[in-house]
């Protein structure tokens, strides 16, 4: 009888931490052994010259999701995760977004219903509050904890999304109380809104001003007054697609002040910039996503940032709007750029972008693109027990990439439900050519594996806070505050 179900053997394994040549035994799902020279597989994977790495999570993306003006995402919960699996993803926690007098409840029910029959991959969720009533905060909320849903975003933006800080406040307690991980869209409502009027009244309605109308300010404000609310109530807060240096700084100086304080950039910052906007009649409309493309100068600056740890996530924000009137043109063949679907696909090309113009330029380790990739991922959202890593008792999420192999990117070779890719053209090196979900191949050779609703749903810990250490404000500490105990 096999000792194993499946052993992968020959590849350089690597995790956040450590590069070896090791062969890898899984049995049951899991990963039974590491070393060199093992046999007894039921079914073998020859991996000689390729790295293995854990498989991607990730993190930032709205699939079968309902924007607040009722636009759907393309891509449901089976072309979202398949997609995400040709890009050696083996984890996905998309949002499950709440609107204004909806319950959690109902909330969680209906991506259930989306998720469950139809995911390839496990997944989890990030709700979106967006109505923080107080049935929200001290029942529902907690009732989301307890069934695993362990992080959730707030807008700063977006009139039929955002909160007030005074609700930013409660839920930051909320999420403190509970051993939640709040993520927060950062910008500043009224600037925007400010330049959107101007630039309309103006005249200046074209794609390209889309970038003009949300300036950096926007979110560096937005980002300095987040980090003032989270750490006067010692609450972890995420900062999701992080686009400015100021913003990054910001983010790296409440980290060193102690503050339980994260940051995340997405490919789109990475790859592609304002320029792109600007392009004849509504072609512009597939570049419009907020925060918006920035320039040259800030690619070159969040490569530093990535590579020094202030933004410990790298994910794709995937929203994929098509460019035609389900989508992107919804409200016209050549709409103002205020009435743009904001968002764009890339859940296929995440890892791939930062493996090719990363890992293979030199730009970043290997070490360091698995961290941004899976091992960050799993250790903030609660995962990093069963993924994230190689290791003894591991799941057996297990991306297999060919460094040397190129791929020109196409719209015709994604595997989402859009009708463009924005990186269309680009030359990459290295790609994942085998994808495991706890040990079940998903895709290989270029061919999907999977059955329609294999992927399992993924109850995740709370947020680890050991090592941080907030300094608490003499307002909320009785000694110095008359006795008062606001915790």
Request: with cysteine; net charge negative.
């Amino acid at each position: 009888m096999a000792e194993f179900d499946l052993v992968i053997r020959g590849g350089t394994v690597a995790t956040a931490t450590d590069t070896f040549k090791s062969d890898i035994g899984i049995r049951d799902g899991r990963i039974a052994a590491l070393g060199l020279g093992l046999d007894g597989g039921y079914k073998t994977i020859d991996a000689t010259g390729k790295f293995v790495l854990p498989g991607g999570i990730e993190t930032h993306c709205h699939i079968a999701q309902e924007s607040a003006t009722g636009a759907m995402t393309a891509d449901d919960y089976y072309t979202g995760s398949v997609s995400a699996a040709f890009g050696g993803n083996s984890t996905i926690v998309p949002f499950a977004a709440q609107h204004r007098g909806q319950t959690i409840k109902d909330v969680i029910r209906t991506y259930d219903d989306r998720a469950a029959p139809n995911s390839v991959l496990d997944y989890s969720y990030h709700l979106i509050v967006s109505d923080p009533t107080e049935e929200v905060l001290r029942e529902e909320l907690p009732m989301a904890f307890e069934r695993g849903i362990t992080s959730f975003k707030v807008f700063m933006t977006y009139d039929k999304m955002i909160v007030s800080d005074e609700h930013m406040l409660d839920i930051l307690v909320t999420a403190r109380e509970n051993g939640a991980l709040t993520m927060v869209h950062a910008e500043n409502n009224a600037l925007i809104k400010w330049m959107v009027n101007r630039l309309i009244a103006r005249g200046y309605d074209a794609p390209k001003y889309h970038a003009v109308s949300h300036p950096a300010a926007a979110e560096v404000e937005a980002i300095q007054r987040g980090i003032t609310l989270a750490s006067f109530v010692e609450a972890p807060l995420l900062f999701v697609h992080v686009s400015t240096d100021a913003g990054a700084r910001a983010i790296a100086e409440a980290r060193m002040s102690g503050q339980m304080i994260f940051g995340e950039t997405c490919p789109q910052y990475m790859f592609l910039t304002a320029d792109n906007l600007d392009l004849p009649g509504a072609e512009g409309t597939k570049f419009c996503c907020s925060p918006p493309l920035r320039d040259t100068a800030t690619q070159d600056i969040l490569w530093r940032h990535l590579n020094a740890g202030t933004l410990q996530l790298y994910s794709s924000d995937h929203a994929p709007y098509r460019f035609d009137e389900t989508g992107k043109l919804s409200n016209g063949p050549n709409p103002p750029f205020n009435k743009v679907a904001n968002g764009m696909p890339g859940i296929e090309l995440r890892a791939p972008l930062l493996f090719s113009e990363g890992v293979a330029k030199g730009r970043i380790s290997l070490n360091t693109f698995v961290a941004l990739t899976a091992t960050n991922a799993a250790r903030l959202f609660g995962m990093s027990e069963r993924k994230g890593s190689i290791a003894i008792g591991m799941d057996a999420d297990i991306a297999i990439w060919d460094p040397d192999k190129k791929t020109q990117v196409t719209a015709s070779g994604m595997h989402d439900n859009m009708d463009y890719t924005p990186f269309e053209g680009m030359e990459l090196t290295g790609w994942p050519v085998t994808v495991l979900n706890r040990g079940n191949i998903i895709v290989d050779g270029g061919e999907l594996k999977a059955e329609r609703g294999a992927g399992d749903f993924i109850k995740r810990l709370p947020f680890d806070a050991t090592g941080f250490m907030p300094t608490r404000a003499p307002e909320m500490t009785p000694a110095t505050n008359f006795g008062a105990k606001l915790f």
